[in-house]
């Protein structure tokens, strides 16, 4: 059974803070996603990697960044929490052109 | 760019009545196509994906490359068929894996 598993469910941060959001996978995929999820807007794209510190922008990477220094590990970053940032941040993770496995997700509130 | 369209943010009916999901996708090349399904409080979960060609809990979707759509369709809605439902398009070119996702649409089937 395929493990997405992010670090967090609940997450309260105050503005300006520095944000790490924790994801690991099980399944040896190559690539790993960060979504963020809000009410009318979807699933947005964050970043994603490809490969061991390997990454690409997705749609909205502005105000974030990302780290993978090992295969199983998908970091992502707020440098300065604002609350814009304030969503629900979905993880997931697959193996090249398969389906994606998500995680249960973090949802974030900025105050 | 790869782009999903997913035109209606809600569709309710009533159980028995038949069902179509709307998608509609924008790629330059060969696009691999899903639907993916979230149950209230539930992860996001693989429903089905066009290359399989398969009926999953009575759902069929079928690639449209003339009309660029995949649209999702039951003939006889039941009650907890009730989810939000997402268009999810992963390009076969050189800007990787890229799973892109719709706007989402959710489904309420009524008694």
């Known amino acids: 059974d395929v493990k997405v598993t992010q670090s967090s469910r609940y997450l309260v941060k105050r503005t300006g803070e520095k944000v790490f959001l924790e994801c690991v996978q099980d399944?040896?995929?190559?690539?790993m996603f960060w979504y963020r999820q809000d009410p009318g807007l979807g699933l947005r794209l964050i970043y994603f990697?490809?490969?061991?510190?390997?990454?690409e922008k997705g749609d909205i990477p502005e105000g974030y960044s990302v780290s993978r220094e090992k295969k199983e590990r998908f970091s992502l970053i707020l440098e300065s929490a604002s609350t814009n940032q304030t969503s629900m941040y979905l993880c997931?993770?697959?193996?090249?052109?398969?389906?994606?496995?998500f995680g249960q997700g973090t949802r974030l509130t900025v105050v | 760019a790869q782009r999903v369209t997913q035109p209606e943010k809600l569709l309710s009916v009533f159980k028995g009545a038949p069902v179509e999901l709307k998608c509609n996708y924008s790629?330059?090349?060969?696009?691999?196509l899903f639907w993916y399904v979230q149950y209230s409080r539930q992860r996001l979960q693989l429903l089905l994906r066009h290359i399989s060609r398969e009926s999953i809990k009575g759902f069929t979707a079928d690639l449209n490359k003339g009309e660029t759509s995949f649209h999702l369709k039951k003939p006889f809605a039941q009650e907890e068929d009730s989810a939000m439902y997402y268009c999810?398009?992963?390009?076969?070119?050189?800007?990787?894996?890229?799973?892109?996702f719709g706007g989402g649409t959710r489904l309420m089937v009524k008694p």
């Open positions: 999810a398009l992963r390009g076969a070119n050189n800007a990787g894996n890229m799973l892109t």
């Open positions: 990697s490809y490969d061991v510190k390997m990454k």
């Open positions: 790629y330059s090349g060969s696009p691999e």
């Open positions: 997931a993770s697959s193996f090249v052109y398969t389906e994606a496995f």
């Open positions: 399944m040896d995929h190559e690539n």
